[in-house]
């Protein structure tokens, strides 16, 4: 089974500081990791996933095997990116033999001024 | 526009009937998928397809059935076995377990 635990489902810092939510997850195979935003009145959106090992709108996130974990990280947190974060999980490709997605329940993230 | 496209975006439904949910995407992908959001408990995965004419039970698929005719569309149907069946329905799709691509939703209220 593929699980995708997020412990805080709220979150609040001021502009400025930095921000950490959390994502844990637990899959017995080769997982694949994402981290999906949707801010207010838009559509759920991939943010970043960690093969890609970007750094997108000033957030990185990085797999950790052994702890099980795919932090999302920013250094200064901006206004604009109040709104739930999602983490996500799918076995990764190998074949394409299985494409089952599975999502945290999500952090809501609302930075004060 | 391309995308995906769900209809429609608001339904009301009186207990004991069912109710079948648009979900039609011109992306040309493989999967899609069915997650209903509810408050507090993030998006859960109803069914799941990787190909036309097969699809796989998610986590909470008792009371709905979907279908997978044609690539483009994901039909799912919230049956009168669904105890409760107010939320909201997200579809998805995606190519390759890559970037999923989601539409706007639709809220269904029982009434």
């Known amino acids: 089974a593929q699980r995708v635990t997020q412990p805080e489902k709220l979150l609040s810092v001021f502009k400025g500081a930095p921000v950490e939510l959390k994502c844990n997850y637990s899959?017995?195979?080769?997982?694949?990791l994402f981290w999906y935003v949707q801010y207010s009145r838009q559509r759920l959106q991939l943010l970043l996933r960690?093969?890609s090992r970007e750094s997108i709108k000033g957030f990185t996130a990085d797999l950790n095997k052994g702890e099980t974990s795919f932090h999302l990280k920013k250094p200064f947190a901006q206004e604009e990116d109040s709104a739930m974060y999602y983490c996500?999980?799918?076995?990764?490709?190998?074949?394409?033999?299985?494409?089952?997605?599975?999502f945290g329940k999500g952090t809501l993230l609302t930075v004060n001024p | 526009d391309g995308g995906i496209t769900q209809s429609p975006k608001y339904l009301f439904r009186k207990e004991g009937q069912n109710v079948t949910l648009s979900c039609e995407q011109n992306?040309?992908?493989?999967?899609m998928y069915w997650y209903r959001q509810d408050p507090g408990q993030g998006l859960r995965l109803i069914y799941y397809?990787?190909?036309?004419?097969?699809?796989q039970k998610g986590d909470i698929a008792e009371g709905y059935s979907v279908s997978r005719e044609k690539k483009e569309s994901f039909p799912l149907t919230v049956t009168s076995a669904q105890k409760n069946p107010t939320a909201f329905y997200l579809c998805?799709?995606?190519?390759?377990?890559?970037?999923?691509?989601f539409g706007q939703g639709t809220r269904l209220t029982v009434v």
């Open positions: 397809s990787q190909i036309v004419n097969d699809f």
């Open positions: 996500a999980l799918s076995p990764a490709n190998s074949g394409g033999s299985n494409y089952k997605l599975t």
């Open positions: 960690h093969i």
């Open positions: 899959y017995s195979g080769s997982p694949e």
């Open positions: 998805a799709s995606s190519f390759d377990s890559r970037e999923a691509f």
């Open positions: 992306l040309n992908h493989d999967a």
